[in-house]
């Protein structure tokens, strides 16, 4: 960690600001680039007085959004039609994938606010949303204030580390999964409920 930072700070600040808007914003486009390790090494190195923390928040905010935004064009200009592929790799038929894009209009834009802000799950809803031709001023506005709160929320925390920041980055590391796995097994179990629920009260309402 600490011959990261070596390095950095002998490396030109304008450089750095490149490399942090290019990384966000490809991530954000749909690669799977992890970028918690850049924001939060960069976040301390601020502390250094090397980069301007301010500086850096406003370049790594401007660059996440513009991604996502390329991904939902992207998705909005061809992505229904790789989606049927899909769709029909897998033997769905194309009322399957109506279903999907008028449930992710209607409520994935909370999906694209919430990814903005969970590691790995980032680069992947934008696309959706863009075939499923969200509105896209609801999808800027919630990706923009998802990744707001991603960008300054890990910056904040290298910069209030300083030296210690690879503290933060190993239990990312360590608890990110596990915590996701059982969020996801914590919504299966609830739509799991819900739907015997409805069953259960349709049954009796039928006798």
């Not at 011959?3 to 450089?15: A, G, M, S, Y």
């Not at 905010?61 to 899909?86: D, E, N, Q």
């Not at 503290?167 to 608890?175: E, K, P």
């Not at 819900?194 to 006798?207: M, S, Y």
Request: positive net charge; proline residues 3%.
């Amino acid at each position: 960690m600490y011959t990261v930072i070596h390095l950095l700070q002998h490396t030109n600040p304008l450089l750095i600001y490149l490399i942090v808007a290019l990384a966000l914003a490809l991530e954000s486009t749909g690669i799977p680039i992890v970028n918690s390790t850049l924001l939060l090494c960069t976040g301390a190195l601020a502390t250094y007085n090397h980069l301007n923390v301010v500086v850096l928040a406003c370049v790594a905010i401007v660059a996440s959004i513009a991604g996502a935004c390329c991904a939902y064009m992207i998705g909005a200009r061809g992505g229904r039609r790789t989606m049927l592929r899909f769709a029909y790799f897998l033997h769905l038929d194309r009322h399957k994938v109506r279903i999907f894009e008028r449930w992710f209009r209607k409520y994935g834009i909370w999906m694209v606010f919430a990814s903005r802000i969970i590691p790995y799950i980032r680069p992947f809803t934008c696309f959706p949303a863009g075939f499923s031709h969200t509105n896209f001023a609801r999808f800027l506005v919630s990706a923009s204030v998802g990744s707001l709160i991603w960008c300054t929320g890990m910056l904040y925390l290298g910069w209030s580390l300083g030296r210690r920041w690879g503290v933060a980055l190993y239990l990312l590391q360590r608890y990110t999964i596990p915590t996701l796995v059982l969020l996801l097994l914590l919504v299966i179990t609830y739509a799991l409920c819900t739907r015997f629920l409805k069953k259960r009260i349709a049954a009796r309402l039928q006798v």
